[in-house]
């Protein structure tokens, strides 16, 4: 089979069966997965993402992208059940892609979801770094932005969120049970304010600020319209990654085949009536065009600014002014859980990778005391605190949705194949009306895909290049399903693949340039030209290396 070779159904699920100190510690139920994912998705985009896509890209209409977002996660998510079910191993779409469309296309989701799950965890420290710095303005310490702010934000090092990774991290390494028993307490709390909030601000809302609902379009695609709802969609698509993760959990839960569908779906169903319920309330007390240019904690600041009534002078008095203090701590608490969600998956589809002999066996050896893949939390450990201490949020923050959007795109195609290569393979939950919902949540994922700005593309193209350059150097000669193979079949598609990702390259490359415009910074535009000229000569040579040898033979 080659680079197409697929991992068997029997020997995922005996691996799934193995006990012993050096296996995963099946600790999980169903409400703890439901509260795993939910303690993810709840975070980031639900206290920021909301306020910033309201007012550049939605209105009022953010609604209707969470609503388009959340059908595109339904129907990814019924995709997960099945696999999560038929497959009950670490590894999400990773483990999935490898036992439907082979080794390659295994090795291509696997390395996007590390990316993934690399910068959310980034984008959320150095959030949860901004929130710290707010709250301890407001009881009168004042930190220097030398130490709590990137080089390009103008300081030095992001010392808090460096810190609340490496805790995070810690806390990982010392075992799941523990990990999920922290983060069911903070998942309660999260839940709490944000009910406290919709209650209370539910009798501020004014009609008028939803008016219009869904605001005219500029003239450029994606500011407000029909246009902007799918960019809104498409941007927001972050604040849904929690199901996804609650996937990666698989061999650390008790029952795997009957909690992992209850635990992804749940979670997704609970998370989106909250997002709506929370958005309605925060455009209803706010007008839309309050939250612009505001960052962080700004959005719901504002909207808590907005509960009370005019004084004579006509400025709102705030009559809950304590509940601006609670919503900080709240998603101060809450960060943490995001932060630990997100390091957990990223360890898992590495342990995974590294357990097929993708990457070096030193990354899925387990701590014969704690039961967890302490190496690969290290690692992740060290890599995400030091793009948090040194790179600006906006820089992670774009990668997060594409790359999620990515997965789910292939998870759903996976389902398609599995269904006609292996119908009788034992499932305990089957996704409903394939192809129907298989095919929709592929042409869902897209659609949002395309209207995502030009320079996310450019970054995930580059990775992709970094990553299949790792797998011809390491994996393809290393891989225990064909190993030490001195010429395995399929080398040529790899090679044409990274031919193409480099004309991609240049593609993305002159698109967000012609987007920003040609006066503007070019150094994205070099760095893809760089990269596309590089990997052009590396795979040519590849494939001549492999012509000749073959001529010899």
Sequence with gaps: MGLFIRKSIEALQAEANQSGKQTLKRVLGPVSLVALGVGVIIGAGLFSITGTVAAGYTGPAITLSFIIAAIGCCFAGLCYAEFASMIPV??????????????????????????????????VSISWSRYLVVFLQGIGIDLPQAFTACPWDGGIVNIPAMIIVVLMSLILMRGTAGSSFFNGLIVFLKIAVILVFVILGWKFIQAENYVPYIPENTGKVGEYGFSGILRGAAIVFFAFLGFDAVSTAAQETRNPKRDMPIGILVSLLVCTILYILFAHVMTGVAHYTDFQGQVGIAPVAVAIEHMGTADASGIIQPAYPWLNKAIILAILFGYCSVIMVTLLGQSRVFLSMSHDGLLPPFFSRINERFRTPVHSN?????????????????????????????????????????RKTMPDAPRAFKTPFVPLIPILGILTC?????????????RLVLWMLIGLDVYACYGIKHSKLEHDMPHRKGTMVLNVLGLVLAVLSVITGLWHQQTVGWDQDMTLLIISFVFAFTHCAFYMYRIWKNTHENTIR
């Design 90 to 123: 670490a590894g999400s779409a990773y483990t999935y892609s490898y036992a439907t469309m082979g080794e390659l296309i295994a090795w291509i989701i696997g390395w996007d979801l590390v990316l993934e799950y690399t910068v959310a965890a980034t984008t």
């Design 378 to 418: 290290f690692l992740f450990m060290i890599l995400v605190s030091l793009l948090a201490g040194f790179i600006p949020a906006e820089v992670a923050g774009e990668m997060t949705s594409i790359g999620t959007l990515l997965a789910f795109t292939l998870v759903c195609a996976a389902v398609l194949i599995v």
């Design 446 to 458: 897209l659609c949002m895909m395309c209207f995502l700005p030009a320079d996310t593309w450019i």
